[in-house]
């Protein structure tokens, strides 16, 4: 049995949305950048094939599906992509989230904001 951890990464991937409560947010839409990190133990010692390990890819698009559906929070985004990788990959046994909200609409905010989520299976 291995004795190591791996981690895979998607790092500031852009996806553009009207996720948010306010109606600003739900008609102008905004740029969400997300960071998506999973630890997962293989099962074998040494990962010589596509289907030994977790598939980027397949997470993109998991990802993707995911934020093109509009809600108003981003912590229910965030929990159901968590929850979705639990899922699709029973290796995985860390998940680490944030999405940024690149724009908010607060007055005088100058930033941004983020939701972040750390699920452990």
């Known amino acids: 049995m291995p004795t ?11 996806f553009y949305g009207y996720h948010g409560l306010y109606k600003e947010e739900q008609i102008l839409g905004n740029t969400f950048l997300v960071n998506l990190s ?23 698009d998991l990802v993707k599906e995911r934020m093109q559906t509009v809600s108003p929070l981003l912590e229910t985004i965030a929990e159901d992509i968590a929850n979705a990788i639990f899922e699709k990959f029973p290796i ?20 941004n904001m983020s939701v972040s989520v750390i699920k452990i299976r």
Request: no cysteine.
């Open 4 to 14: 190591h951890i791996m981690s895979i990464q998607l790092n500031n991937v852009e």
């Open 38 to 60: 999973i630890d997962f133990i293989p099962e074998v010692t040494k990962i010589n094939s596509i289907h030994e390990t977790i598939d980027y890819v397949m997470v993109y």
């Open 92 to 111: 995985a046994q860390k998940v680490t989230l944030e999405i940024t909200k690149t724009k908010v609409f607060i007055n005088s905010l100058n930033g």
